[in-house]
């Protein structure tokens, strides 16, 4: 019997996850793994290998361990590993047990230990709150002795944050430095399009998916969960990184090519399939954009996951993962740190197993995807360059200006009609009442507390706004950004010009007849 995707995927997950598991529950991991080490490998304690391989297993694999048991096979499988997974945290910071973890040898503990936070991050309820207090505690106390690492100013910066957002998020002391420091240089260090530099320089790698969008996000929204009041505005930070992902997503679902393969370059890359960790993450969050749609990501990530574990053979003789990219016999493609344990990356795009079975993901027909269509003479939505917008970067300063209502009612006013189209909203918490209303958001105008219930009823504040004509409108704001700010670009002493505004037209944006005349347009200069 054929199996189906959502089949496939789990005896997958199963497979990679099953040994690791079922040894470490019993304190039998390091006794059993057979281990590898890349022929590089350099003088550090080798030990680091079974926090490598449990942290990013756990990662990978944590969503999928939140469904709730029912009668299926999948579930008695699922149900085993979270049983399996609960002991072993136990016993990774239990110094009495033999699978202790190796916390606090080396500066590639903080690396792991975040993989761990990670997985507490991603399965809050079922893999963090069930653990016994000694053990929780045990974890907040080993987290917080990493500070004595100083990280590289790498993606190193959000090992720290990860790990510290989630203490935060658990109730335990928390070192926001280490978080604010980080989300500012992610910020410094993004170059566009969803591409981050892994530092000062850009390398041309696949660090933006093993590290960067995933445990940005996860930083941030673990500081919102927590309700952090700090000089960051975590959820503005949390928006704009969304959208980045998003882009970041698009461009991953394009590498898969209709043969089910994906570009082997940069460092790291037995990692496997974590290159596609942020599109999986968009799936699991149901945060894919609109140019993707479910069945054609599945198809995509299923086809990938066939050509690389159907057709070559990626484990050892004890069923562990073994050094390479597409089968065991590429050990020269290690870096100098890869062990097998670190292999366990793959396991990050497995995330939207999380996403219960009668989930759209999985019941959705299997679409052509990007590759697919363009390579067969089918219609594809062509690709663009993505920024982020000048209504997003004017909403978010004011959303940090005090006593702006009315700025944001203008801004709106301006935009509205581009609003139902955009990647923003002045209905999140950045817009003020009547702006929400203006959305369709609930929001109460005025201060009826002390009114009788009587006097309430029937009395409906958003009537103060008429959808129709709003919507029925044309457009109010067009905007045409088409090129970056420079020297050349006319400045606020004169926005148009002296000259007529067809000339300015045909200068910066490609002639007067690209411009819809009947739109009004506004030039704003900051």
């Given at each position: ?55 990013r297993l756990m990662a990978g694999v944590a969503p999928w361990l939140t469904l709730p048991d029912d009668a299926t096979a999948e579930s008695k499988q699922r149900k085993q590993l979270r049983e399996w997974a ?274 759209p993901f999985w019941t959705d027909a299997a679409q052509p995807w990007t590759q697919v269509k363009a390579w067969n003479n089918q219609q594809f939505p062509k690709d663009h360059h993505w920024k982020d917008e ?117 200068k910066y944006y490609g002639g007067a007849d690209d411009i819809d005349e009947d739109v009004p347009r506004v030039i704003m200069t900051f």
């Amino acid at each position: 019997v054929q199996q189906s995707d959502r089949q496939y995927w789990c005896s997958l997950a199963y497979k990679m996850a099953q040994p690791v598991l079922e040894n470490m529950a019993k304190g039998e991991l390091q006794k059993n793994m057979q281990t590898e080490f890349s022929p590089s490998f350099d003088n550090r304690n080798k030990k680091v290998l079974y926090m490598e391989c449990f942290g990013r297993l756990m990662a990978g694999v944590a969503p999928w361990l939140t469904l709730p048991d029912d009668a299926t096979a999948e579930s008695k499988q699922r149900k085993q590993l979270r049983e399996w997974a609960l002991a072993s945290y136990k016993n990774a910071v239990d110094p009495q047990s033999p699978d202790y973890l190796c916390w606090g040898i080396g500066g590639q503990n903080l690396v792991d230990a975040a993989y761990i936070a990670e997985s507490f991050l991603r399965a809050y309820d079922t893999l963090w709150k069930p653990l016994d207090d000694v053990t929780k505690k045990r974890y907040l106390t080993e987290f917080a002795k990493l500070r004595h690492i100083d990280p590289p100013y790498t993606n190193w910066l959000l090992f720290s944050s990860t790990i510290e957002s989630f203490m935060a998020k658990a109730g335990g002391d928390f070192d926001e430095y280490r978080v604010n420091s980080a989300c500012r240089k992610v910020e410094e260090w993004y170059v566009g399009d969803g591409w981050y530099a892994d530092g000062p320089s850009f390398a041309f790698d696949y660090y933006s998916s093993y590290v960067f969008h995933p445990m940005y996000l996860e930083t941030l929204q673990a500081m919102v969960d927590a309700k952090v009041n700090s000089r960051l505005d975590y959820q503005k930070y949390y928006d704009r990184e969304l959208k980045r992902c998003q882009k970041y997503s698009i461009i991953l679902e394009r590498f898969i090519s209709p043969e089910g393969t994906f570009p082997a370059f940069g460092r790291s890359i037995p990692y496997r399939m974590a290159t596609m960790q942020p599109l999986a993450l968009m799936a699991w969050y149901q945060k894919l954009p609109k140019d993707l749609s479910n069945g054609q990501v599945r198809a995509a990530l299923t086809k990938v996951l066939h050509r690389m574990f159907d057709q070559q053979n990626n484990f050892n003789e004890k069923g562990y993962l073994s050094i390479g990219f597409c089968g065991n016999s590429q050990k020269d493609v290690a870096d100098w740190y890869t062990n097998n344990g670190s292999l366990y990356m793959t396991t990050l795009a497995f995330m939207p197993l999380g996403l219960p079975a009668d989930h759209p993901f999985w019941t959705d027909a299997a679409q052509p995807w990007t590759q697919v269509k363009a390579w067969n003479n089918q219609q594809f939505p062509k690709d663009h360059h993505w920024k982020d917008e000048i209504v997003t970067k004017v909403l978010n300063r004011l959303g940090s200006m005090q006593n702006s209502d009315y700025l944001k009612i203008w801004l709106q006013n301006l935009a509205v009609k581009a609003e139902y189209k955009g990647d923003y909203s002045f209905a999140d918490g950045k817009g003020n009442g009547l702006c929400h209303l203006v959305c369709g958001a609930d929001a109460n105008l005025w201060n009826n507390s002390f009114l009788a219930p009587a006097y309430l009823e029937g009395f409906d504040a958003t009537a103060v706004v008429d959808a129709a004509v709003l919507h029925n409108d044309t457009p109010v704001m067009q905007f045409k950004h088409r090129f970056s700010y420079d020297a050349e670009t006319p400045d606020e002493e004169d926005p148009a010009g002296a000259d007529d505004i067809d000339d300015i037209d045909e200068k910066y944006y490609g002639g007067a007849d690209d411009i819809d005349e009947d739109v009004p347009r506004v030039i704003m200069t900051f």
